[in-house]
């Protein structure tokens, strides 16, 4: 599995550290920056990871801030991307389980890296149920083409 990662200032530690670990479960991991814990903001990194998982670059990202929900907030904007702000492992699991999401947003100021390991093995260990869920993801995904007006 390729799993696109990048993170800004406030989640550069846990993202360093992040990446050495998928590595080290054998995942394949694109480092979409930022290189150093210099001030950066958070969309111009969120897109990366976005647009790798809209491509088909990449089968999921993964994106860190302080909160992570200014990288959920700018992610959700790409076309075909259903990224997920989790803070613990249970909604990690249904987040996969019941909205396919494919980019997870995670915090690297308010959870622990052991915290965030975890959840993010869930993220990525756990498969779509379908079913049921399809269609509504399907109606998240029809959103897509939405704009003001329409
Ligand atoms: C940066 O200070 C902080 O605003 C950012 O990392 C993130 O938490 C935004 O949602």
Same mark, same amino acid.
């Given at each position: 599995m390729i799993v696109s990662i990048a993170s800004d200032h406030a989640g550069f530690e846990q993202k360093q550290q992040l990446v050495e670990s998928l590595k080290d479960e054998g995942y394949q991991v694109?480092? %979409?920056?930022? %290189?150093?814990?210099?001030r950066v903001d958070y969309p111009d990194f969120a897109v990366l990871v976005a647009m790798d998982v809209a491509s088909g670059r990449a089968d999921r990202g993964v994106l860190v801030c302080g909160t992570g929900v200014g990288m959920a907030l700018a992610a959700d904007k790409v076309a075909g991307v259903r990224a997920a702000n989790i803070i613990n492992e249970q909604f990690a699991e249904l987040c996969r389980q019941? =909205? =396919?999401?494919n980019v997870i947003t995670l915090s690297g100021r308010f959870v622990s890296f052991e915290e965030n390991k975890r959840i993010l093995s869930a993220f990525l260990t756990t498969e779509f149920e379908g079913g049921r869920h399809a269609d509504r993801v399907a109606k998240i995904d029809a959103l897509d083409s939405r704009g003001a007006g329409k």
């Open positions: 694109v480092d %979409q920056g930022p %290189q150093s814990d210099d019941h =909205n =396919n999401a």
